[in-house]
């Protein structure tokens, strides 16, 4: 067998896992191949250097830190959800009062009145999702505040 049948069975070795005849063939191997040794030694150092971690409580004001922020990225994206489903309604509401005409003509087909709805729900999410995006854009883009136009 070479050693790319032997590599996977290394962590099964250091963690016991295999049979009798599993573990003395991988150690015959492992005294005759000086590459899987070493990676067994390897393997073997790290094991004992993650057992000898310990896990640290982080401090109260960490966690505080911690839960404050998480806080204010849901408040902010929850705030900026209803911002825009709120500017969408009302400009929604107010681009058709603009077209109230036309669409309350009995004159004009029922195509043209679905597609001066759609022109104008289409407009507004538009400018509501690009209005969005300039002012996400403007607090990160470092050139803005350079460029004097």
Same mark, same amino acid.
């Given at each position: 067998?070479?050693?790319?049948? $032997?590599?996977?069975?290394?962590? !099964?070795? =250091?963690? /016991?896992? =295999?049979?009798?005849?599993?573990?003395?063939? $991988?150690?015959?191997?492992?005294?005759?191949? %000086?590459?899987?040794?070493?990676?067994?030694?390897?393997?073997?150092?790290?094991?004992?250097?993650?057992?000898?971690?310990?896990?640290? %409580?982080?401090?109260?004001?960490? =966690?505080?830190?911690?839960?404050?922020?998480?806080?204010?990225?849901?408040?902010?994206?929850?705030?900026?959800?209803? $911002?825009? +489903? !709120?500017?969408?309604?009302?400009?929604?509401? /107010? /681009?058709?009062?603009?077209?109230? %005409?036309?669409?309350?003509?009995? !004159? +004009?087909?029922?195509?043209?009145? +679905? !597609?001066?709805?759609?022109?104008?729900?289409?407009?507004?999410?538009?400018?509501?999702?690009? =209005?969005? %995006?300039?002012?996400?854009?403007?607090?990160?883009?470092?050139?803005?505040?350079?460029?004097?136009?």
């Amino acid at each position: 067998m070479s050693c790319d049948d $032997f590599r996977p069975l290394i962590t !099964g070795y =250091l963690d /016991g896992e =295999l049979s009798a005849e599993q573990r003395a063939r $991988f150690e015959e191997h492992v005294r005759a191949c %000086e590459q899987c040794g070493q990676e067994l030694a390897e393997l073997r150092k790290l094991k004992e250097e993650l057992t000898m971690m310990k896990f640290e %409580e982080p401090s109260d004001a960490e =966690l505080e830190r911690y839960w404050q922020s998480v806080y204010n990225r849901l408040e902010r994206g929850i705030g900026w959800v209803l $911002f825009s +489903v !709120g500017a969408i309604i009302v400009l929604c509401y /107010g /681009g058709f009062k603009l077209v109230e %005409e036309v669409v309350r003509d009995p !004159g +004009v087909t029922v195509l043209l009145k +679905v !597609g001066v709805v759609a022109l104008v729900f289409g407009t507004v999410i538009l400018f509501v999702s690009l =209005l969005r %995006e300039r002012l996400a854009v403007s607090k990160v883009d470092k050139y803005a505040r350079e460029v004097k136009r």
